[in-house]
């Protein structure tokens, strides 16, 4: 797949999960928000929670591809850049914060399937 294709499909998930989580009651804060280190793909809050969520939209994909695609390098990357966002959006000091993986069309899956917690900075 041309990489051109690839972030259309990424664009379109990350659009997908978006709503997704627009209609489970989260208000999106951000989306794309970059750091010289990384990204994260949406910044999203719910009541006192603010959510750093990494969408893989997966079509071809299973969890042994997502725990590849979402390891401890990535993940560290999600939560230094998390901090970046912190360190700048002093407003949202006093939520908690969580680290979700949402993958859109994994086989054997729901359309989109949010996993809650999915890492922590503790890993």
């Known amino acids: 797949m041309a990489k051109s294709e690839n972030k ?7 659009s997908r999960a978006a709503g997704f989580l627009e209609s489970q009651g989260y208000a999106i804060v951000e989306r794309n928000w970059r750091t010289r280190t990384g ?14 969520v990494e969408v893989k939209t997966w079509p071809n994909g299973d969890f042994y591809d ?3 695609a979402v390891n401890a390098v990535k993940q560290h990357r999600i939560i230094k850049t998390a901090k970046s966002f912190m360190a700048v959006h002093k407003e949202y000091n006093n939520c908690y914060v969580r680290f979700d993986v949402l993958a859109v069309d994994m086989p054997g899956r729901s359309q989109m399937y949010h996993i ?3 890492f922590s900075e503790t890993i």
Do not use: S
């Not at 259309?8 to 990350?14: A, K, L, P, S, V």
């Not at 994260?40 to 009541?47: G, P, Y």
């Open 8 to 14: 259309t499909i990424g664009n379109t998930g990350e």
């Open 39 to 52: 990204e994260v793909d949406i910044i999203a809050r719910k009541n006192d929670t603010l959510v750093f």
């Open 66 to 68: 997502l725990e590849q």
């Open 116 to 118: 809650e917690n999915a």
